[in-house]
């Protein structure tokens, strides 16, 4: 049954590489060529299309969360895992975006990847359990605060993520210097941010691409 399980592993450190194509072939998998760099992971899953790829994050030329955004724009059925060492609220959010099908870290027994491909077979997603205190205790308290925020204060967030001044947010909107200073005192306010002039944008430099999740 395993054999029709087609499974690509892509990492740049060689003994990680086989180390698991070894333990996956033993379980019975059909374990393609791994890849040690990410164009060449693309490349596979062009041609051989697996059912599963299993991803490093750092990879020369391609990272992997790029391998993961070309392939879903071609439309590959292929469901993806990345195991990596990264941990950080940027990545796990990324991986998020990218709508994964498992998260796991590479410190990690290899039972977990093993439980980890039988979840994602099922069609449900799996991650390590940093995955979920990340999301739940970071990432999900800014979301609940975003959704606070009226559609045009959510408009003047994406223009300041985009470096746009007072000014120039008041152009584009058509609308004076004095409503977007307005709006940008409600923000904050819902936001729960101290009133000084950069408290905002430091905010919105840490977690403008949550307005993406909302």
């Not at 374990?31 to 697996?50: S, Y």
């Not at 940093?130 to 205790?137: A, P």
């Not at 300041?160 to 409600?186: F, G, M, P, W």
Request: hydrophobic share 40%.
């Amino acid at each position: 049954m395993n054999l029709k399980i087609s499974i690509l592993v892509a990492d740049d450190h060689p003994l990680l590489l086989k180390g698991l194509r070894n333990e996956l072939l033993n379980l019975n998998f059909n374990v393609l060529e791994g890849a040690n760099n990410g164009a060449q992971a693309l490349e596979i899953i062009a041609k051989k299309k697996p059912t599963i790829a299993i991803l490093d994050i750092s990879m020369p030329l391609l990272t992997g969360f790029e391998v993961i955004k070309k392939s879903k724009e071609s439309l590959s059925t292929t469901k993806f895992i990345i195991l990596t060492s990264y941990k950080e609220k940027g990545f796990i959010l990324k991986a998020k975006q990218l709508n994964i099908s498992g998260y796991l870290l590479k410190d990690e027994p290899f039972s977990e990847i093993k439980k980890c491909i039988k979840k994602v077979l099922k069609g449900e997603f799996y991650a390590s359990s940093v995955f979920d205190d990340v999301f739940k205790n970071e990432v999900s308290p800014q979301i609940e605060k975003i959704k606070f925020l009226s559609p045009s204060e959510r408009t003047i967030v994406r223009l300041i993520a985009n470096e746009n001044s007072t000014k120039q947010i008041a152009e584009i909107l058509s609308i004076s210097s004095r409503t977007v200073d307005k709006h940008r005192a409600n923000i904050i306010s819902k936001l729960d941010l101290q009133s000084d002039s950069n408290a905002l944008s430091v905010w919105v430099s840490k977690n403008k691409d949550l307005l993406d999740l909302v």
